[in-house]
């Protein structure tokens, strides 16, 4: 049996209907912004393996701190024990983040690092005798897949089977500039039982790159600031430079109270999940004595795992290299040339960017489920280009050392779908 048939054979994969699943690409190895399969083929990974790997695959300054760390220590129990790796970390996030926010609390993943912030947001009016227990989301949200997270996300058919375990939340429409969006939170905050309001700032990533405005963001906070409601910023796949800033929340004025940052975090490399929050939040769960109950009852085995805080550090590191951002500029730049060039193109619905997001969709059947979404996948493999189309929008968010020679080669693929999808 080839390893792919053993694959199928034993295996179930994420997001997949298994029964007519096209069979697994089996990867051997990957370099810089390539994937190489087991007959040697090249594949560009122009979505970042899941909007996760920032520097390239097998990056050596992050091969090199994995293996330092290793040689250390490479997991201990987090209650209790500390560890140089968990405390560097922190202090970084820190520098980056704005200076309102003061606590680092580590978990797995996205999913859990939204847990977490919902978690900490409903307990921190609990603990303040507070009787507020709403939590508020935009339309085309995603959050993640745990319960908590699937609550928060917009009901779709992710949700569908789970709807009725779900709690209750309320959803704003997409802040469009034409859109209702801030009567509808200002209505709701002013019944004063809101806890907190969680989105997604400035693209909302599986709704098919969706994108506001910062002005609108600004406006969403003030009002939470306004009516005293938590703010919960899901930087999950926004954060590390994704829209061309350290943090999506970075092009407005406003700070939210809670961040949660989880993908680009470790470079791609480890699952590692952060949640931050402002020192008024980190209080209300202060306490002596015997008043235990005030206590955050939260964590994961493998919570601030010292190998993947130290490779997060070392991205980090290579974030701020002047080289890191540079590079953001040229593919920024590289992809407004090429929205600006095809804008008018008959196949195409609306372009849109925000920083290195560059997102095109497609006129004709839309949706998660749109039959081009197939068409459009299988065609990119054929060029040698992961490109994972939400339904009927295509998307790149390429690692930062991809190369002018592979964003023109993903370029002229895209052109050449366009006729493909009018055949
Ligand atoms: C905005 C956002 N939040 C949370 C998540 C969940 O992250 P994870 O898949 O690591 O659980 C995702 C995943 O795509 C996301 O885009």
Not at 274 to 299: E, M, P, Q, W
Request: glycine residues 6%.
């Amino acid at each position: 049996m080839s390893l792919s048939e053993k694959d199928k054979h034993l295996i179930w994969h994420p997001y997949t209907q298994m029964k007519d699943a096209i069979p697994n690409i089996v990867v051997e190895k990957a370099e810089g912004a390539y994937l190489f399969d087991e007959k040697g083929n090249r594949y560009i990974d122009a979505v970042s393996s899941w909007w996760v790997n920032l520097h390239g695959h097998a990056h050596p300054y992050l091969a090199q701190a994995l293996q330092n760390q290793f040689s250390k220590i490479e997991q201990v129990i987090f209650a209790g024990f500390t560890h140089a790796p968990a405390v560097k970390l922190a202090e970084k996030l820190l520098q980056h983040l704005p200076d309102n926010q003061q606590k680092i609390f580590y978990s797995d993943d996205g999913s859990t690092a939204v847990e977490v912030a919902l978690k900490m947001a409903f307990q921190y009016w609990y603990n303040s005798g507070e009787k507020k227990t709403k939590l508020l989301a935009l339309e085309g949200a995603y959050h993640g897949d745990t319960f908590g997270a699937m609550s928060a996300s917009s009901r779709s058919a992710f949700t569908a089977p789970f709807n009725s375990y779900l709690f209750d939340v309320e959803f704003a429409d997409f802040p469009s500039q034409d859109s209702n969006t801030l009567l509808q939170l200002e209505t709701a905050f002013k019944k004063g039982d809101v806890a907190a309001f969680i989105f997604e700032p400035l693209v909302q990533g599986t709704a098919g790159m969706k994108m506001y405005d910062p002005a609108m963001l600004e406006k969403m906070l003030g009002l939470c600031r306004k009516y005293n409601v938590l703010s919960i910023a899901d930087e999950v796949f926004t954060g590390f430079y994704r829209t061309g800033n350290f943090f999506a929340c970075d092009h407005q004025q406003g700070q939210p109270d809670i961040f949660c940052l989880s993908k680009g975090l470790t470079g791609g490399v480890m699952p590692l999940g952060v949640t931050t929050c402002t020192g008024k939040i980190y209080n209300a769960f202060l306490s002596d004595g015997t008043d235990k109950v005030r206590t955050f009852f939260h964590g994961h085995s493998y919570t601030a795992n010292p190998l993947a805080c130290a490779v997060a550090v070392a991205s980090i590191e290579l974030l701020e290299r002047e080289e890191t951002k540079k590079n953001i500029e040229r593919i920024t730049y590289s992809h407004t040339t090429f929205a600006s060039k095809i804008k008018d193109n008959k196949s195409i619905a609306d372009v849109r960017q925000s920083g290195t997001i560059l997102a095109i969709e497609f006129a004709g059947e839309k949706g998660y489920f749109s039959a081009m979404r197939n068409e459009l996948y299988l065609f990119f493999i054929s060029k040698g280009i992961v490109l994972r189309p939400l339904g009927n929008v295509i998307y790149l968010v390429p690692p930062y050392c991809i190369s002018d020679k592979d964003l023109d080669e993903i370029y002229t693929a895209i052109q050449e779908s366009f006729s493909i999808i009018n055949s």
